[in-house]
Structures are given as structure tokens and as C-alpha cells.
């Protein structure tokens, strides 16, 4: 069972640096970069933050959520086990927030269905966490004999 957490943690891991990286750079896919320019101005308008009068600039959101993916999806692959978590945590968040955008954007279900799959993934990962026991290292302190013992054992 960890072996397969672990195969999927690292999955979701790579797929989340990956599409964090098309989001960044146009050589990985110019079509596709360009579709996400033009979804992205349409995500800056309902951002959820808006409702307090924060409206970001649809490039600089693309990017941060480029970044937040790459580096998150990274750490999920690579990092210890606290950063993880903390990875968890924010793609977690950030895959709410992309669902909550289209709903507001009344996207159909089949468009919702891709952050639908890996918000569930990552919560499915998030709760076998604790269900998988770890291995945990048992230190036990030795103890020296020395010459004096050795004496009092013969007596």
C-alpha cells in the first residue's frame, strides 16, 4: 500500500510540475500557451479574492499559479516529509479555488472534471497518510561493558 501512495504521490507530483511549467513557458506548447492566456483573463475576473476588491492583472496570475504548481509539484516528487505536507496543503487549496472558478464561469462538467479528479487524488493521498503506518526508526542505547564489569559478572 505505501508503494502505491508513493507511485501516486509521485504522479500527481510530476503532472502538477509539468503543467506549472506550461503555464510558465511558451516553448513547451504554443497553442496551449496561448489558450491559457486567453483563460486566464477570464479566471482574473472572477477571481475569488475580488469580493475584497483584489482584482490581479491575468498575467501575473497565470504565473503565480504557474509557479505554485511547479514548486509544489516538485516538492510533492522531491521534498521531505513536512514540505509535502505543506505541498498537499497548497495544491489542495489551489485545485478548490480552480473549481470554484469554473463553476462561477459556468463551464460545463466535463471542463470541471480534470480539477475535480485531482483535487480527490490529492485528498485520497492527504487521508492514506494516516492510515499507512510509517516505518519509524527505533533507536535502542547500548550499553558498554567495561573491563570492571566483566570482573563483577565472573564473581
Known sequence: MALLLTALRVLLGGFFALTGAAKLSEEISA???QQMKALFVQFAEVFPLKVFGYQPDPMT???AVGWLELLAGLLLVLGPRILQEISHLLLIV???GAIFTLVCLK???DTCIPAIVCLALLLLLDICRFLVPTKKKVVRPTRKKTPSTFKKSRE
Do not use: D
Open 31 to 33: 497553442p496551449a500557451s
Open 107 to 109: 463551464e460545463s462538467l
Open 94 to 96: 489551489l485545485m478548490m
Open 61 to 63: 496570475y497565470q504565473v
